[in-house]
């Protein structure tokens, strides 16, 4: 089966700041996903990346704040802007097909902001 | 929206006894549920899908359309059980929703 790879594995980074994540599958997928595990609570679906098209926000995220790119079936990327230390969090990126609910992950990025 | 309901945190149970890590799921007429699982410094991997019906590494699932369950059993648990496991609905829009999760620790 596919294998999800993500860059970077880890960062600290300073308030105000961005970072993007990248997500790279080893094969051509329908469906990408960007979720966020904040420490000692489950994943929550931050967005659908849509490939060649804008990404789908879930209730709570806005594309300012996590600008999504999917320029191809195989990458994807996740920015996080002006960052908070309530941004402190594991980002996981997750793809799929559309018909159904199976879905590998990656291996995540933690960010620590301060 | 749908909702999946993993009422425990953490389950520890001694080696060798039953297992059952609770999930309840909102009412969507035909839900399409799983249970991914994730082990010590492992990424999230999916353990089985209710329509397969099938046991993986001894665990099965069976889905209880009354009580709106979907319960992960195994008679006997394995030291490398341990680990945290979540109950995930497929929601409209092909999102997959998952619960709290539930750490999962088998003593020796």
């Known amino acids: 089966s596919a294998v999800i790879s993500q860059k970077p594995s880890r960062d600290i980074c300073q308030r105000g700041t961005s970072l993007t994540i990248q997500c790279q599958v080893d094969?051509?997928?329908?469906?990408m996903f960007w979720y966020r595990q904040q420490p000692g609570q489950s994943l929550t679906l931050i967005a659908t990346a849509n490939q060649g098209s804008e990404a789908t926000y879930e209730s709570g995220f806005v594309i300012d704040k996590f600008p999504i790119s999917r320029p191809n079936l195989t990458f994807s990327t996740l920015t996080v802007s002006n960052m908070s230390p309530e941004d402190s969090s594991i980002y996981l990126c997750?793809?799929?097909?559309?018909?159904?609910?199976?879905?590998?992950f990656g291996p995540g990025t933690r960010l620590t902001v301060l | 929206a749908q909702r999946v309901t993993q009422p425990e945190k953490l389950l520890s149970v001694f080696k060798g006894a039953p297992v059952e890590l609770k999930c309840n799921y909102s009412y969507s007429g035909s839900p399409e549920l799983f249970w991914y699982v994730q082990y010590s410094r492992q990424r999230l991997q999916l353990l089985l899908r209710h329509i397969s019906r099938e046991s993986i590494k001894g665990f099965t699932a069976d889905l209880n359309k009354g009580e709106t369950s979907f319960h992960l059993k195994k008679p006997f648990a394995q030291e490398e059980d341990s680990a945290m496991y979540y109950c995930?609905?497929?929601?409209?829009?092909?999102?997959?929703?998952f619960g709290a999760g539930t750490i999962l620790r088998v003593k020796s």
């Open positions: 094969s051509q997928v329908t469906m």
């Open positions: 995930a609905q497929l929601e409209y829009g092909n999102k997959l929703v």
């Open positions: 997750s793809a799929g097909n559309t018909t159904s609910g199976l879905r590998i």
